[in-house]
Each structure stands twice: as structure tokens, then as C-alpha cells.
């Protein structure tokens, strides 16, 4: 490694530490000094959202039947948004953290960055870090929660709020819970969904920054990315979010499955969707890398041709022709060794892929994004035939 043991040591950039909500958080005391205080923060909110609406329900006899048709409890989507994605928005801050922080120190440690090009590497890194902490994003984010809660009238005509209607024969006119459900649990999840689709954005300005930087990019590298390979498991840092999303149109596919005799067959072609948009969207931000790798290939496919070509003649020359190589360095090189070896170097350059992207890229998001949909799939199609079908498409 070109780097020192601690190279890079103070080049550390999260795209959710420090950032405006974060501040805000840590300012009225919800995170600690130190850590995230996921847990409790989780917990705060999914309580904060849910019982509310719970006891009004309850009290109201809109809980589990009697005042309604379709009481609170079969409406699936108000209790996952409350219980199960809000709070794994929240705990997905921790993981998020945990993967992007490590990943400028090191380029510069794995020698990716040289030290002629830390400067501007430091730049780049400077450049996200203030842009990550920069409030105009937020108030953005703020700004189409709060328009879309005032001016989209479609939420109170919405199946998933019969439950909550003051009087079932006037639909839009809602009680206590529906109120809140509108104008509290919606913004809440809105606001931080809208809080990560910015922080994957983030991370696509911090890898295509650091894509155009002039990197010692290595072709014959074992993880065929050139040295990039460390970051495939970076879509891992989303997971929680791909769950807590694929969980809400889940809960309300599973409510018009048991409910309005809607044919899981039907949900298909939405359900395949859902999960190809979730994976592309975590998955893009390593395509910043894409351009690099096919220069770095181009010119390596050429440089490799040439030294392979080289070899392979002073080889022929002495050991076929039983000729002499005035030069004779090339053979003797320990690093190149035999044909066999020049050759697996060539194949190397040949074997790179388009970006850092693979089945460590793609399983952290396709299993939780998959997973509630497989619990709708199971409400119709036998586990025993679900399984089957499964083990034939992955084998």
C-alpha cells in the first residue's frame, strides 16, 4: 500500500452524521453526544404514531369491528408504517453510518488516492461533508411534506382511512384518528423517505466525485474492479430502507388479497416492479464508477496486449526458433514468471466488470425488499409451492 498505516485517518464523511435533522436531534436531546440512540428514537416514534390512533380506534369501536366494516386492525398498511417502517427508517441511520464513513479513508489507505492526489482528494471529501450539512436540501424536504399534506385531498378519500370515518355515509370527513394518521404518521414517513432518496443521492455525488479524480486504478486487481471491489457491500447500508418500503406496499397488497378476493397473480407484474426500482436505486451510486472501469479496461486490454504479445515472441524466439534474446530481462521478470501467468493477467484485464457491482450489491437490498412480498405471496400460493418456485429461479 502506497499509504501510511494511517492514511486517510481524518477523511471520515457520513452522509447521515452531522447532517441538518441529525443537528436538530441531537440539539432537543433524542441522540446522545455519542452514538445515534436509534433504538430509543425508533421506539418514540412508532408509540408516538401508533397509539394515538390505537386508543381513539379502540374507544371508537373502530379497532377490531363493530362501528366499521373494515376496523383499523385489517387495515394492514396504518399499523406497518407505524410499527414496522417508521422505526427501521430510523434504525437504518446507525447502518448507514457504519458503511459510508469508512469508505474515504480508504481510498487513501488501499493506495487508491496517492499522496500527490490527496489534496484534492481532501477537497471532494470537504466539498460532500458541506453539503451533506447544508439546510436548503432539508427545506426542501420540509417544504413538499408540508404542500403535500395541505394540498393532496386524495388521502382523505383513501380506502386505507374507512376505518377512521366520523360518519361512514360522508367520506373525507374523518375523526380524531384519521386526523392524526393524515396529518402526523403520513408527514413522518414522507419526511424521512424523502430523507433517504436525498442521502442516496449524496452518496452518487461522493462516488461520482471521487470517480473523476485520477485514481490508481489497478486492472489485473483479484476482485475484477480494479481495487473498487471494497465497495459492493455498499448497498448494504440501505437494507433497512428497501425492507421498511417494500413493507408498506406489501401490507396494502396483503389487504386487498384477504379482503377484496384480489388475486396475488394480479400483483405480480407490481410486485416485480417494486423490487427491480428499489434495487436500481440503491445499487446506482456505484455506477459512478462505470466510466472509470471501462477506460481503465480499454487502456489495460492494449498495455496487457502488448506485454503479453512481447513475452510470448521472446518465449518462441528461444524455446521454439532456439534463437537468442539479447534481452532476455522480460523472461526473467519473478513477477511475470511463465506464458501461463502473462496470460491470467491479460485474462484478468478481460474478466473486469462494468462497476463495483455483484451479488454482494444486490442480495442486501432483493432479500428485504422480497421478504414482504413473499409474506403476500404465501396468502394464496402454498409455502411448500413458493419455496419450489424460488429454488428454481435461483438455480
Do not use: N
Request: with cysteine.
Amino acid at each position: 500500500m502506497s499509504g501510511a498505516p494511517d492514511a486517510g485517518a481524518d477523511l471520515e464523511v457520513s452522509i447521515v452524521r452531522d447532517d441538518p435533522l441529525f443537528r436538530v436531534q441531537r440539539a432537543i436531546g433524542l441522540i446522545p453526544a455519542s452514538g445515534f440512540g436509534a433504538g430509543r428514537r425508533a421506539l418514540l416514534l412508532a408509540l408516538g404514531s401508533w397509539l394515538p390512533i390505537a386508543v381513539w380506534a379502540l374507544l371508537a369501536g373502530r379497532a377490531l369491528g363493530g362501528a366499521v366494516d373494515e376496523p383499523l386492525l385489517t387495515h394492514f398498511g396504518v399499523t406497518v408504517r407505524c410499527l414496522v417502517s417508521i422505526p427501521l427508517l430510523v434504525l437504518a441511520e446507525a447502518a448507514a453510518h457504519a458503511h459510508t464513513a469508512r469508505i474515504a479513508p480508504y481510498f487513501a489507505r488501499s493506495g487508491l488516492v496517492g499522496p500527490e492526489l490527496l489534496p484534492r482528494f481532501r477537497e471532494v471529501v470537504r466539498g460532500v461533508a458541506a453539503l451533506r450539512s447544508a439546510t436548503l436540501p432539508w427545506v426542501l424536504i420540509a417544504s413538499l411534506v408540508v404542500a403535500w399534506t395541505l394540498f393532496d385531498q386524495s388521502a382523505a378519500h383513501s380506502h386505507e382511512l374507512l376505518w377512521a370515518e366520523a360518519d361512514p355515509g360522508v367520506p373525507a370527513h374523518l375523526g380524531f384518528g384519521g386526523w392524526w394518521f393524515w396529518i402526523v404518521v403520513r408527514p413522518i414517513f414522507t419526511a424521512l423517505l424523502l430523507a433517504w432518496i436525498w442521502r442516496v443521492a449524496l452518496l452518487g455525488v461522493l462516488l461520482g466525485r471521487i470517480a473523476r479524480l485520477d485514481l490508481a486504478l489497478v486492472p489485473t486487481h483479484p476482485d475484477r474492479a480494479a481495487g473498487l471491489g471494497f465497495l459492493e457491500t455498499l448497498p448494504g447500508a440501505f437494507s433497512l430502507v428497501a425492507l421498511a418500503i417494500s413493507a408498506v406496499f406489501a401490507s396494502r397488497w396483503a389487504h386487498d388479497v384477504v379482503y377484496h378476493e384480489v388475486s396475488v397473480q394480479a400483483l405480480a407484474p407490481q410486485m416485480g416492479a417494486l423490487i427491480a426500482i428499489l434495487l436500481a436505486l440503491f445499487v446506482a451510486p456505484l455506477l459512478a464508477f462505470a466510466p472509470s472501469l471501462a477506460a481503465a479496461r480499454r487502456r489495460a486490454l492494449l498495455d496487457y496486449g502488448v506485454l503479453v504479445g512481447e513475452h510470448g515472441r521472446r518465449v518462441r524466439r528461444r524455446w521454439i526458433e532456439g534463437g537468442t534474446v539479447p534481452d532476455d530481462g522480460l523472461l526473467e521478470a519473478p513477477e511475470l514468471g511463465p506464458v501461463a501467468d502473462t496470460v491470467a493477467l491479460y485474462e484478468a484485464v478481460r474478466a473486469m466488470r462494468a462497476a463495483p457491482i455483484g451479488v454482494r450489491s444486490a442480495l442486501p437490498i432483493l432479500l428485504p425488499a422480497a421478504l414482504p412480498v413473499l409474506v403476500v405471496l404465501a396468502l394464496q400460493i402454498p409455502l411448500k409451492s413458493l419455496v419450489l418456485g424460488l429454488l428454481k429461479v435461483l438455480a
